[in-house]
């Protein structure tokens, strides 16, 4: 149903209400009146009145809609105060949170909480490439690479944001990000490929069943511990949050945004913690397995959300490191152990152990 006949329909309803009272004062008045009340019911039950009416209705919805979304963006406006400085680089500034958040929001709905909870572009089983022959599954093909090639979109956000503020605050906060992303990256992504080789799928399906026996923190344990610490380096949380230190860079390369687009990144950030909780838990916490009394999406979002809690807690206990002491921590710890944990998969596929 149209607007048009939405509102044909309000009309006729009305016309048959209104008729009653005419055509009962055409039989009750005598002669010429009763006649006229009579032709007056008659030409507003018309189709061609009704119509007419119709549109003069559906033209009245229009306009009341349209004044409403007036005032609705005029509160808006006054209420967050989308302002743009003076000085910035425009196009990356207003690209810079369109970015950030719908990158998140992309890497969040390639993780599935189930086998009938995923987001698909069909119904269609799609084959867990590139391993050739292997069993299919339904969602995104190769879902864990888009979703970590998603999740590593946002350093390049968060570089263009601090860059086109025109601040040195924002600069410098933008500089950090862009170096710690790159060191912590590297070990994160050789843990992926470690539960990889051992699932022998890039679907998170794959990745999932392959763990219906036995957790993969359990036998990569050392590559679990890199892979949160990488992640707590990737959303920024304390004590790795030197891109944001506010006291020393203000509000970091979120200094000069304010308003809407300041409260898209602050729940972006909040986001992402979720989404690595998600991904940890898809990766190394068995996905959705447990005891068949509770549904698949309610176990994996109870697990997401524990690691979550986990991450937080962190922010609220740890101080925060000097730049330099983040920088040796991904490239002279984490990346050898990082190392170490991809060659004890190696050993355990090799063994035939998964």
């Not at 409403?68 to 810079?96: C, E, H, Q, S, Y």
């Not at 069909?122 to 599954?137: F, H, I």
């Amino acid at each position: 149903m149209n607007l048009f006949e939405f509102s044909y329909g309000i009309i006729h309803w009305l016309v048959d209400l209104v008729n009653n009272l005419w055509y009962w004062l055409g039989d009750v008045l005598p002669w010429v009146f009763g006649d006229f009340f009579d032709a007056v019911g008659d030409f507003a039950a018309s189709h061609g009145h009704i119509a007419v009416m119709a549109m003069l209705v559906e033209a009245l919805i229009i306009i009341i809609i349209g004044l409403v979304n007036v005032l609705n963006f005029i509160w808006i406006d006054r209420k967050f105060m989308i302002i743009t400085p003076a000085k910035v680089d425009r196009m990356g500034f207003l690209l810079a949170p369109v970015i950030f958040v719908g990158s998140s929001i992309a890497a969040m709905c390639t993780i599935p909480m189930g086998f009938e909870f995923y987001v698909g572009t069909n119904d269609t089983p799609y084959s867990s490439y590139p391993l050739p022959g292997g069993p299919e599954y339904p969602g995104v093909p190769a879902s864990a690479l888009v979703a970590f090639a998603l999740f590593a979109i946002a350093p390049f956000a968060i570089l263009t944001a601090g860059w086109s503020s025109n601040n040195k605050y924002t600069l410098i906060g933008g500089l950090r990000s862009a170096a710690q992303m790159m060191s912590y990256e590297i070990p994160m992504l050789l843990c992926v490929a470690s539960v990889v080789l051992l699932a022998g799928s890039f679907s998170f399906f794959g990745i999932v069943e392959a763990q219906h026996d036995i957790w993969f923190a359990i036998p990569l344990f050392l590559g679990f511990i890199v892979f949160l610490t990488c992640l707590v380096a990737e959303v920024e949380i304390q004590p790795f949050d030197l891109p944001e230190a506010e006291a020393e860079l203000v509000e970091g390369w979120t200094t000069e945004y304010g308003g809407a687009r300041f409260g898209l990144f602050m729940m972006t950030g909040y986001l992402r913690g979720y989404i690595g909780g998600a991904l940890a838990v898809a990766m190394f916490l068995g996905g959705w397995h447990g005891p068949a009394i509770i549904p698949d999406p309610i176990w994996f979002l109870i697990k997401a959300y524990i690691v979550f809690v986990v991450i937080e807690w962190m922010r609220w206990s740890v101080p925060r490191v000097r730049v330099d002491q983040i920088l040796n921590i991904g490239w002279k710890r984490l990346l050898p152990l990082a190392m170490l944990n991809l060659l004890i998969a190696a050993i355990l596929r090799t063994l035939e152990v998964f």
